[in-house]
C-alpha cells in the first residue's frame, strides 16, 4: 500500500471500546479516526465527543460506504460479526475484529471465505499471544528447549532414558475472575455464548499459539460452559493445556497465571507483569510495564502492581468507577496487536491473528462446550483443526 496513514472506523462504542479501542485508535500515528458506530446512536455521538472523531452514526453501512475508509474495528456483541465482516469486505475494507471471532465453526468459514474471497485482511483480537510477557516466556522457552541448561543440583536419582511422557511440554492456566463485572448480553446465547465462547477463546488460542506447529487432537472439558469450567487441550506431539477458569474470584486479586513446565524447567507468567524462570542457570525475574499506569513511581512486577491497585481501589465505593477515571491496566498485548495489523496493511505482511487462528478458537471452544455437554473428551482431526480453503 501506497498509504502511510489509514483512515479507520470503531463500530461498537461500548464498555471495551472505551478502555482499549477508542484510546488506542485516537492516539495512533498511522491513524486518521473518521467514523464511529454504535447502534445506540447516543453512545456513538459521545464517544465521537470524547474521542474528538468527526463522523458518527447509528449504521454500519454509513462506514461500509465510505471510500476513505480502509479498515474497522469491530467491538459489537458477537452475533453482528459476521455480517459487517461480510459487508466491509466485499466494500474492500481491511477487518481488524474482537475475539470471538465467530460464535459457531459455520460462521466463521463463511469470514474466511468473505475476507478470502475480497482480499483484505483480517486480524483477530487474541491479544494475550501479543503481550510483552507472553513474547518474552515463549522465547525463554524455546531457547531452553533448543538447548536445555540445568542448575548443578538439579535431583537427579537414576540414571535411564527419559520415557515419552517426560519430553511432553504442559501449560497451566489459571482464571479468576468476578463475574459481577460480567453484562447479561455476553452470557446471552444469541448474543454473547457465554464465558467459553467468550473468553476461553483467548486462551486455547495462546496455547495454539505457544504450542505451534504442533496442533490439538484431542479435547475434554467440564463444568459450565456459560460461567466456571475447565478444560484440557491435548497437542499432537504430546503437549497439553489445562485451563481452571473461575468465575467467583475477586478482582482485589490478579485475574491471570500462566506456569508451562518443560525440560526440567518452570516459566511462569505471573499477569502479565512479571515472569519467573527456574530450574536453569539464568533463571530469575523479568517485569513487564503496564499499558496505562497512573503510579510508574511505585516500580514494577507483581508486588507494585498490587500495591498500585491498592492504592487505586482503596477509598472507592466502586472498583468499576476507578476503572473509569484512572485506568490501571497491565499490558495485555492490545496495543500491540493494533501495531502488528497496521503494519500488516501497509507493508503487505501476514496477520498477526489472521482468520484461521480465529476459526480454530471458536471450533475449540464450540468442542469443549460439546465435550462438557456429553461428558466425554472428543477427538479432534486434523482436516478439522487445520482446514484448508
Ligand atoms: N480482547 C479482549 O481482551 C476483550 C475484553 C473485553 C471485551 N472484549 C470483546 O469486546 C466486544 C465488546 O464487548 P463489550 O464488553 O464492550 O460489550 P458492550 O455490550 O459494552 O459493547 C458492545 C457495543 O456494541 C454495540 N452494538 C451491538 N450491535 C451493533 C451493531 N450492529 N452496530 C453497531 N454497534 C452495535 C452495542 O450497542 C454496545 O454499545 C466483545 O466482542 C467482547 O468479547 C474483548
Redesign the pocket.
Known sequence: MSKSILTAAQ??????????DLVNLSTHEKVNFKWV????LE?AKSAAKDFNVPHYT?N?MDIVNDPEVDFIK?????E?HL??VEAAAAAGKHIFC???MAMRDNEAFKIIRAVRKNGVKLCV???RRMSPAMQALKKKYQEHIAEPKHNPWQYVETVREPLPEETYHHMNIRIQDESSSY?L??LNPLT?GGEII??SV?WLDLACWFFAPAVPCEITAFGSSRLSHGIYLKFNNGASMTLDFSCTGTFDYPKEQFEVTAGAALFRCLHFVENCYYGMPDSGKETFALQSDPYPELGSGLDAYMEKYMKNVSGSTNAKIVEQTCPLIVD?G?KAMLNGFIDAILNDKPSPCDELAGFRSTFLAQKAIESIRLKQTIPLQIEDVTPCF
Open positions: 463500530i461498537g462504542c461500548g464498555k471495551f471500546a472505551h478502555q482499549q458506530c454504535d447502534i445506540d453512545a447509528d454500519f469491530i467491538a459489537t456483541s458477537h453482528v455480517p459487517i474482537e475475539k470471538p483480537d487474541l491479544n453484562s448480553v455476553h454473547g467468550g473468553e483467548h495485555k492490545h
